[in-house]
DNA sequence: TATATAATACCGACCGGTCGTTATGTTATA
DNA sequence: TATAACATAACGACCGGTCGGTATTATATA
């Protein structure tokens, strides 16, 4: 195996097993001593391929929310109408929300680490606020073609994701606690009742 | 002053103290020599109250846990009709998601740890689901006074409790990012004229 | 092609410091 | 005087990060 082949081995093991401990046991009660050793290699291999846990964990957080916004974009670019587009969106997050604690557990570290530190805060607020546009944009394509009633885009839109957020919230707090995904699936449905075009106006 | 006057003194200093700190800094980034600093008291004091700093967390959340319960309740049974007690509770959150993000951080540093660790985790289930089981004995009063169309009382009781933690989340993680006192109000506009009655049916 | 040299990738013991907790001593109240 | 209510100092475990050294691979030289 050659040099590039084997470096983006360990940078890769790394990786991986960082995102699942972070995911399962939070950022602070993960040591780098754990990471390493579920990931086969040492210290020196660590800190050989990363500067400091941190940047592990912001390099993490990046490509997962830029993954995320790529899979928001061509869900909402491939959907004929804007209702089934969301109804896309929530078939999409179901099993997520469902059976993915990892995601769900990386997003909970996330947002916990966002609003003290400023790294991890510049990191996250610029793709959610992007994701914001992207909800925004929907509804106004929405509006557009018809299938909307005259709704704030920018409202709606964060409307949209701020349940979007407490769903993922509470179904890492409390799994059992509820159908979740029934829940968001049901909740979507409720929405669009709400803001569809009623024609008898 | 007599014993018990500078007992209950010294532990509420702690509990206060504690509070602050964990809702800015967070659990783990607080240490117990920083809060018994703050309050003015020693590690002996703190020691002598409590029997560790996860007890102290445990204590805040739990009777912050039942406050919100007992002003949730209270905002309930005083509505008139069930779509204004929803505005009531709007108009009650907005200046907590506007202005106060010390009781934002301490929801964070909340949700954050109730995954993760079991002895936090069933502190917060229980008067969550209580929240929920509020929430949607709100929607069926608002059915059975005939405000409210058939829906769904339990799924639309978690939409409700879901899009609040949601909104709350993106308050405490991007305070200047929206006027979230206003989508607040608007969202719950929007659900409302969701689920009201519609007499021409 | 064989060998020497250099650069890359990795190892693991160790350090400085922090943190929760405890053991022991001191002061105020009953 | 006895006990409750504190103060102080120290312990021991742990953790992120460093550093000198070692394989492993790549490159230059002959």
Redesign the pocket.
């Known amino acids: 195996?050659?040099?590039?082949q084997?470096?983006t081995?360990?940078?890769t093991a790394i990786l991986d097993e960082a995102t699942r401990c972070f995911a399962s046991e939070g950022y602070d009660a993960?040591?780098?001593?754990e990471i390493c050793e579920k990931a086969g290699?040492?210290?020196?291999?660590f800190?050989?391929?990363f500067d400091?846990?941190?940047t592990v964990f912001l390099e993490l957080i990046d490509s997962w929310l830029k993954n995320l916004e790529v899979t928001l974009q061509s869900v909402v670019s491939q959907s004929e109408t804007v209702p089934t587009g969301l109804l896309d969106m929530a078939g999409r997050l179901q099993p997520v929300i469902e059976h993915n604690q990892e995601i769900l557990g990386l997003f909970l570290e996330l947002w916990s680490h966002a609003s003290r530190n400023e790294k991890v805060r510049s990191a996250t607020i610029a793709p959610y606020r992007r994701y914001q546009e992207i909800f925004a944009g929907l509804v106004r394509r929405g509006i557009a073609e018809g299938t909307l009633g005259e709704v704030d885009p920018i409202i709606t839109g964060q409307l949209l994701l701020s349940l979007s957020s407490g769903l993922f919230l509470q179904a890492s707090m409390d799994p059992t606690g509820a159908d979740w995904g029934k829940v968001l699936h049901n909740s979507i449905d409720l929405i669009l009742k709400g803001i569809e075009r009623k024609d008898e106006k």
Chains 1, 2 share one sequence.
Not at 41 to 45: D, E, F, L, P
């Open positions: 195996m050659n040099n590039t084997r470096s081995q360990t940078r993960t040591g780098v001593a290699v040492s210290k020196g291999a800190y050989y391929h400091s846990k941190e």
